[in-house]
């Protein structure tokens, strides 16, 4: 079959997704921008365009920066509302993790769920044939036939980490332009082309809880109600009793920070007990480990074949996104189950985090850390 010109790019109002359409445009791609509005349905929608508009603003929401800047470029923009799938897929998992103690990447999921996944959508409702974003990454398909990810040519912007749960599907209709340059590089770009966004800050990670003051754990403590662990206890390993805790939402293992804690050497979370809720406090080496075990596989470059149950593989393993990443060798244990064996030791491995695989600068697959 062969594909047609026309992509759909998931347009933020950001600098990366701008660059993507105009980069596009010049390749000779017919281009439409399609902004995704996972916090409010198309009527909320409509009266917070009506707000801005009274106030003379067009450019503060995403929405209104995006049409901007595909007015800007000579094209079509359309908005699409999922923010039931947004809301299902991303925050519910979110305040479900660190309830149970764990601390969720919701960029894996946003990804893979919302933003390919109803692009891919909203591309096809519209005659497009492929989908871009602009995540610094590269598509490549192995010899083998299967897509995969591949780091970008910029180091330090590389997102790879968080790209791998995407499907064969989503990658085989996708394209990442940006993958080939420095952030540099695009906001000269953007100047040059005078995009509007070119002087725009990026997004964070857990983008929805920005704004919010008091971090993550207000966010959690808003969305979840009364179902928001007490303060608890801070303890050693051995049990000595250290003190009252917050809440077990405002902590991740490794965290030194904001513990209030006076022990003459300084204090590391290294566990947290939702059955108990209790936090545990040591010396920065125990944080050190050798091995962790990961769950909810999802396989990309290498396909569930090639790692049999009871296969095992040397790869370069990530457990967090700024990780640069470790050698280690990893066993298939069970189904749904990998272990990893470090070559060194590595700091915080942290439960609900993930861990993504690599061989040869691309993405094999990956799990979510148990």
Not at 28 to 37: L, S
Request: charged share 25%; net charge negative.
């Amino acid at each position: 079959m062969t594909l047609n010109k026309k992509v759909a790019v998931g347009m933020s109002g950001g600098v990366d997704s701008s660059v993507t359409a105009y980069l596009l445009q010049q390749q000779g791609y017919e281009v439409i921008g399609v902004t995704m509005q996972v916090w409010h349905d198309e009527e909320e929608c409509r009266r917070l365009d009506r707000l801005a508009r009274e106030r003379g603003e067009t450019g503060e929401r995403d929405e209104l920066a995006a049409a901007g800047i595909c007015e800007y470029l000579g094209i079509p923009h359309y908005t699409v509302y999922y923010d039931d799938v947004f809301r299902r897929e991303v925050i519910s998992n979110f305040v479900e993790e660190y309830l149970r103690g764990r601390t969720p990447n919701p960029c894996v999921r946003c990804n893979r769920y919302v933003k390919w996944d109803m692009l891919l959508k909203a591309a096809r409702e519209h005659g497009a044939d492929w989908i871009a974003t602009g995540h610094y990454g590269r598509i490549l398909q192995l010899p083998g036939g299967r897509y995969t990810v591949s780091n970008a040519a910029s180091a330090k912007k590389d997102q790879t980490y968080v790209l791998y749960r995407l499907t064969q599907e989503q990658l085989s209709h996708a394209l990442m332009p940006l993958g080939e340059y420095e952030k540099t590089e695009i906001r000269r770009i953007a100047e040059e082309a005078g995009i509007p966004s070119a002087a725009q800050k990026d997004s964070q990670d857990a983008c929805f809880a920005e704004d919010i003051e008091g971090g993550y754990a207000a966010f959690i403590e808003q969305e979840a109600g009364g179902r928001v662990p007490p303060p608890g206890r801070f303890r050693t390993a051995d049990g000595q009793d250290l003190g009252e805790h917050r809440g077990i939402t405002h902590y991740t293992v490794g965290q030194r920070k904001h513990l209030g804690i006076s022990l003459g050497h300084r204090a590391v979370v290294t566990a947290i007990l939702p059955e108990t809720n209790e936090i545990i406090i040591g010396r920065d080496e125990d944080v050190y480990s050798r091995r962790l075990i990961c769950r909810d596989l999802a396989f990309m470059g290498l396909s569930e074949e090639e790692l049999p149950v009871g296969a095992s593989r040397e790869v370069l393993a990530r457990i967090r996104y700024g990780h640069p990443g470790t050698g280690a060798l990893i066993t298939r244990t069970g189904e749904d189950e990998l272990t990893l064996d470090f070559h060194e030791k590595v700091r915080a491995v942290t439960p609900g985090q993930s861990c993504v695989l690599y061989e040869n600068g691309y993405v094999l697959g990956g799990g979510i850390i148990a």
